[in-house]
């Protein structure tokens, strides 16, 4: 497929550290993202959504952080095989990353201006002068005054800081954002003016999205597709529509059962009891399967692998989703 | 689900061990914490058994053996005076081990104390406290220690006071910030709500947050305690000669340092070895206490 | 700007006045009598009369200060020392250059290692350079310096007679002092810079950093070190401090006529105005330097800038702020 921008496969990451253990934060992830599109990752937090987006742009934390197996490839390009300054290039100007935490995201000693024209000078061939101006365009385009240029993360606040993140990743129009979180922060009105400027500026610059959220409801209104993640894994993957409409994996369903429904009259919500199981131990089999009210003998010995339940690529790790389509 | 069960004892068992004996499993696997604490051990008995230990008094002059090399009899050598240098870095231990204990005592008492009442009533009563600290801390350390000293003339009480009157600031500045900042959460609200006297909150529900910088403070402060009165007997002050206080020794024996250099490097090498032990020993604590300030 | 350090010189003024008291105070309840020291234990209890009379010593405490503090704001005159009758004032010009400039060879040695090994150490986490500087900070924090100066004095002055074992007589005798001062401290200056640059490696912003695709030079000089600066220049200010008081002891074992000496002598010989002013220009040069880093700090860090612009500014800025959002 000529439009896959970029095609994640079989990617392992572990953090390895003398006091835990060895954390398997990432196991085994494969996710193609194409042209123009909205793939949604959601998952609770610690299912290793942001170590995915990290090692996306190969900067997971040095030393204890290691990639231990798979390929991240970029316009079918493998990342993982150029050299750092090759990297450098792609970082920012390719692939740029909207981080979660917009109060510590910045550096608090720099303008604002300077570090978004900082990202523009280092990848296009201007003038500092020149960048400067661009940063001011941008600053304006997420809705803050250029004369704000030269203020300090620190005289912002925690709304008009993520519009500055949103403006520094998108200085430099690239083909894919990643962006973590970019609402998780943020109050409730804020969040949708933020989604609202980032649907708007991707549709201007005609980039794709990987959205990572916990955040059911963002998912619905920006992505095309959505992978649910649980304990580092891949646990059921396909449209938007297969997701909300077709729900197979029952910790999906848990997530929606998480949620309360304006619509429905049933008086409780139905949380998933228990919790996510320590990534430097995971249970052998469906990792899913001690929190699972469906969990056979089979589940808790051995892992059924993504398996499709219907023709347009909706997959599932789930045996019971699979047997009921009467697959396998 | 077994592993579930499994999962369930585990986390019963994480709250079961109590924070005291998680700081200690901690501390127990930090190797320098352990070296440190042993050498201290050993340096702490053989000061106090040194009357026993010591195979002359430290003050048995013989001329007739004076200035001789460390060898059998004399394992670290003789001074000017023919007194065995070992029995006298024993003797002398105490005098240091004391001066630092109770200066450390010293400021500590005070220091924890003005900052509690100083974060704790805050207003005016803050601001005098911190007024006269900053007057305390405008005079570099050593330089107060050395005018307090001069002021109370020679002697071992006088060097503990010198040195522990310098450092209070230092203990009032840790108690202080993290007070100032814990007084305002809900639970100390809820303490003053149901009445509780001003020195139940302080001493049940304030101290206890500081307890662990406090802890690492006096363990370091001892070590820079033992520093600063050896250097305060090195000026002439402090502890006197014929009392065989290590910094006094280093003093005493410098004059010689060109042709009998041994009697300088003993007495030193003492304070160093007492001095890293007690700050490998605070670094341990620090780490075991706060595992987020390890790096 | 200029405004805030006027008030900061301001607020010093207290600050010596208590620690002028402090100082009279001590040395007047000081046990001895300097009358007696001066003139011998023998004289004739007249003339020690005459010479306390002479320098004011038979009047009340705080006539005695008031006149002293008086005298300093006034005249600029410390008092006469009681031993050679000479001005005090003009023995502490004397001697304040000597002791200034090992302080600062001091700190420059101290700021030289200290950080540079530091940053080295916390770039390179738990490598072998890393263990050898930790090693360093280690027995550097735990040595004393007067027996690690006599150690160089040992070793470098009487075995290989590079350096002069003692007195001052030009840049050769400033080397050992300032490396047995400078070295001690380098050791925990180095400590703290190492943690407060590891503390920003991982802070969040230096991987926004590494995201924009910015070169690795770049981010540690610019992103980690700037930010890194604050304890760093902190720790530079105490250790000035540290510097001039351990100057003392240098100067001491190296026989170098400075502040820290004379003050030793005023001490044994109970000449109490020599003392008196010594201690108070030591604290006035540790105060201003103190000023210079708090100046420091608004330059590095934006944050606290914002702190000495006032208030109205800052009131005015969230306003506006909030009527954007």
Request: hydrophobic residues 45%.
């Amino acid at each position: 497929m000529s439009d896959t921008i970029l095609s994640i496969k079989d990617l392992s990451i572990q953090y390895v550290s003398r006091e835990i253990g060895t954390c398997r934060a990432v196991n085994n992830v494969s996710l193609d993202i194409q042209k123009g599109e909205n793939l949604g990752l959601v998952g609770e937090t610690g299912a290793g959504k942001t170590t995915i987006a990290l090692g996306i742009l190969r900067l997971t934390p040095k030393p204890q952080g290691r990639v231990t197996s798979g390929t991240v490839e970029f316009w079918g390009e493998d990342l993982y095989k150029k050299s750092e300054a090759e990297m450098r290039k792609i970082r920012g100007e390719k692939i740029s990353m909207i981080f979660q935490d917009p109060m510590t995201a910045l550096n608090p000693i720099d303008p604002v201006g300077d570090q978004i024209s900082e990202m523009i000078w280092l990848h296009e061939k201007i003038t500092k002068k020149e960048a400067a101006a661009k940063a001011a365009n941008m600053l304006e385009m997420v809705g803050i005054p250029a004369a704000r240029y030269k203020e300090y993360p620190h005289q912002f606040s925690g709304g008009m800081k993520q519009r500055v993140v949103i403006a520094m990743a998108l200085a430099c129009s690239p083909e894919l954002l990643i962006a973590d979180e970019p609402t998780t922060a943020l109050d409730v009105t804020i969040q949708a003016q933020v989604l609202d400027m980032m649907n708007g500026l991707k549709k201007e610059l005609g980039t794709s999205l990987l959205l990572i959220t916990h955040d059911l409801g963002v998912v619905a209104e920006m992505c095309d597709k959505v992978a649910i993640i649980y304990a580092g894994e891949i646990v059921e993957v396909g449209t938007t529509r297969h997701i909300f409409k077709d729900t197979r994996h029952p910790y999906t369903k848990g997530l929606f059962g998480s949620l309360p429904d304006m619509n429905s009259h049933s008086k409780r919500l139905k949380p998933i009891h228990g919790l996510m199981p320590d990534p430097a131990n995971l249970p052998q089999g469906c990792k899913f399967a001690p929190r699972c009210e469906f969990c056979t003998e089979r589940c808790t010995k051995q892992e059924q692998e993504l398996t499709a339940v219907s023709p347009d690529g909706h997959l599932v790790r789930c045996w019971r989703a699979v047997e009921e389509e009467g697959g396998v | 689900m077994k592993t579930a069960e499994q999962q369930d004892t585990a986390i019963h068992e994480i709250k079961k061990r109590s924070m005291t004996g998680e700081v200690l499993s901690r501390l127990v696997r930090n190797k320098g914490a352990v070296i440190g604490f042993i050498i201290i051990l050993i340096v702490v008995v053989a000061c106090v058994l040194a009357p026993v230990i010591a195979p002359y008094h430290y003050d048995d002059q013989d001329i007739s053996r004076k200035f001789l090399e460390p060898c059998a009899d004399f394992i670290m050598g003789t001074d000017n005076l023919g007194r065995d240098i070992f029995s006298r870095l024993l003797y002398g231990g105490r005098i240091s081990l004391q001066v630092g204990f109770i200066a450390t005592g010293i400021s500590a008492l005070f220091g924890i104390t003005l900052g509690a009442i100083s974060g704790y009533y805050g207003g005016k009563i803050d601001n005098v406290i911190m007024r006269v600290l900053d007057i305390f801390m405008a005079i570099p350390n050593l330089l107060l220690a050395i005018a307090i000293s001069a002021s109370l003339g020679t002697g071992i009480a006088s060097a503990m006071i010198a040195v522990g009157v310098s450092s209070i600031p230092q203990f009032a500045r840790i108690v202080r910030g993290p007070i100032l900042s814990v007084k305002g959460q809900e639970y100390i609200e809820a303490a003053t709500a149901i009445d509780a006297s001003d020195m139940r909150i302080i001493f049940r529900h304030l101290l206890p947050n500081v307890l662990s910088p406090i802890i690492v403070q006096i363990t370091l402060g001892v070590a820079n305690s033992i520093i600063a009165a050896a250097s305060l007997s090195f000026l002439g002050l402090g502890v006197q000669p014929p009392q065989p206080e290590w910094g006094a020794m280093l003093s005493a024996s410098r004059v010689y340092i060109v042709d009998h250099s041994y009697m300088v490097t003993f007495p030193g090498l003492a304070i160093a070895l007492l001095v890293i032990s007690l700050n490998l020993f605070g670094d341990g604590l620090r780490d075991a206490m706060d595992p987020r300030l390890k790096d | 700007m200029w405004r805030y350090i006027a008030k900061r010189l301001l607020s010093m003024i207290p600050v010596l006045i208590g620690v002028s008291f402090i100082i009279f105070t001590l040395l007047y309840f000081t046990p001895g009598d300097p009358a007696s020291m001066v003139l011998g234990e023998q004289a004739s209890e007249e003339a020690k009369n005459e010479w306390r009379e002479e320098y004011g010593l038979n009047d009340s405490f705080w006539t005695q200060y008031f006149r002293y503090i008086k005298d300093i704001v006034t005249k600029g005159d410390f008092g006469d020392s009681y031993r050679n009758g000479r001005s005090v004032t003009s023995s502490l010009i004397d001697r304040f250059p000597t002791t200034f400039l090992l302080a600062v060879c001091t700190c420059v040695v101290a700021m030289l290692v200290g950080v540079v090994l530091g940053i080295v150490a916390a770039n390179h986490q738990n490598s072998w350079i890393d263990a050898i500087a930790r090693v360093f900070g280690m027995i550097g924090i735990s040595m004393p310096m007067f027996w690690f100066a006599l150690l160089l004095i040992m070793f470098f002055a009487v075995k290989l007679q590079w350096f002069p074992v003692s007195g001052f007589y030009g840049p050769r005798y400033v080397v050992l002092p300032a490396i047995a001062l400078g070295l001690t401290h380098a050791a925990s200056l180095m400590r703290i810079t190492r943690s407060s640059v590891l503390d920003c490696i991982r802070q969040d912003y230096v991987r926004t950093a590494r995201a924009k695709g910015q070169t690795e030079g770049v981010i540690t000089r610019h992103h980690i070190l700037r930010n890194a600066l604050i304890p760093i220049v902190t720790a530079a200010g105490t250790s000035f401090g540290i510097a001039l008081g351990g100057a003392m002891i240098m100067e001491q074992i190296f026989a170098i006529p400075g502040l820290g000496r004379l003050m030793v002598d005023g001490i044994n010989q109970r000449d109490y105005p020599i003392v008196r002013g010594a201690v108070m220009l030591l604290a006035l040069s540790f105060s201003l330097v103190n000023l210079a880093v708090d100046m420091l700090y608004a330059y590095i860090d934006p944050r606290i800038k914002a702190q000495y612009q006032g208030a109205s500014r800052k009131k005015q800025k969230t306003e506006a702020e909030e009527v954007q959002a």
